[in-house]
C-alpha cells in the first residue's frame, strides 16, 4: 500500500536552473510532511519539512509547496547547484507512522 | 552529540546464518525507526518503536524477522535464517518525538551469500 508517491525516478536539470520535485500522497489524514536528502552510501538527511496547516515553507535555496486538496507537495530548489546531485526522498507522518516515497534522483548538470 | 550510529556498516552472512543489526539512536531520542532499502528502490518502513515497545511493526515480514529497543543498549533488529532477498541496506533513525524530523544512520549493508 504505497501511500506516499514519486512518481519520477530520474529528474535532470542545469546548474543554475530551478528544481522541481514531486510527490503525492493518499492519506488526507498525514499530518506533517518531510523532505530528505541522500547521497549513495550514506544514510537520509533531513532537509526540510512542512505541518499540514500551511501551504509554503521556505529555506535559503529550498522552498515546500503543500496542496492538500490536491494530495500534493513539491520541493523547490533554486537556483540548482551540482552539489544537489542526489536521491531527494518525501516522507510523510501520521501520528507516529512516517512513510517514505520511492525516491527521485536528481541530477544537476554543470 | 553523536548523530545516529549504526554498525556494522557491512554484514555479510551466508544463506540460513543469522543478522544482527545494531542502532545506537541520538541522545534524548526515545523513538527509533527501522527501513529497508532494496536495490534501485526507495525506503520501505519496517518498523516503529520506543523504549522497550514495539509501537509499528507493520512493516515487517511475519517470519524470521524481529526488532527490540531495551531499556538500556542499542536498537536491535534481528533477521535469523537469512536469505538472499534479505541483502539490502537497512537504515534506522531516531526523533525526540512525533513530528520532529527523524535523523538517520549511515544504514547497515546486508549481503546475503
Known amino acids: 500500500d504505497q501511500q506516499v508517491k514519486q512518481n519520477s525516478p530520474s529528474l535532470s536539470v542545469q546548474e543554475g536552473r530551478i528544481s522541481i520535485l514531486n510527490c503525492d500522497y493518499t492519506?488526507?489524514?498525514?499530518?506533517?510532511f518531510l523532505w530528505y536528502k541522500k547521497y549513495p552510501a550514506e544514510g537520509p538527511t533531513f532537509l526540510i519539512s512542512?505541518?499540514?496547516?500551511?501551504d509554503k515553507n521556505e529555506d535559503g535555496r529550498f522552498t515546500v509547496f503543500l496542496n492538500k486538496s490536491a494530495k500534493h507537495l513539491s520541493l523547490h530548489i533554486v537556483p540548482s547547484q551540482p552539489g544537489d546531485s542526489a536521491v531527494y526522498f518525501c516522507?510523510?507522518?501520521?501520528?507516529?507512522?512516517?512513510?517514505f516515497g520511492a525516491g527521485t534522483r536528481l541530477t544537476v548538470k554543470p | 552529540n553523536a548523530g545516529v550510529m549504526q554498525n556494522p556498516r557491512h554484514l555479510v552472512r551466508r544463506r540460513g546464518q543469522e543478522a544482527r543489526l545494531r542502532c545506537s539512536p541520538m541522545?534524548?531520542?526515545?523513538?527509533v525507526y527501522w527501513y529497508r532499502q532494496l536495490p534501485e528502490e526507495g525506503l520501505k518502513f519496517m518498523v516503529y518503536?520506543?523504549?522497550?515497545?514495539?509501537?509499528?511493526e507493520s512493516g515487517m515480514p511475519k517470519e524470521r524477522f524481529s526488532a527490540e529497543f531495551p531499556k538500556e543498549g542499542p536498537s536491535i533488529l534481528r533477521i535469523q535464517q537469512v536469505v538472499r532477498g534479505d541483502s539490502a541496506a537497512y537504515f534506522c533513525?531516531?526523533?525526540?518525538?512525533?513530528?520532529?524530523?527523524?535523523?538517520f544512520g549511515q544504514g547497515t549493508r546486508l549481503t546475503v551469500v
Open positions: 492519506n488526507s489524514m498525514f499530518d506533517y
Open positions: 533513525a531516531s526523533s525526540k518525538s512525533r513530528n520532529t524530523e527523524a535523523f
Open positions: 518503536l520506543q523504549k522497550e515497545n514495539i509501537i509499528d
Open positions: 512542512i505541518s499540514s496547516i500551511k
Open positions: 516522507a510523510a507522518t501520521l501520528g507516529n507512522d512516517m512513510r
Open positions: 541522545k534524548g531520542h526515545s523513538h
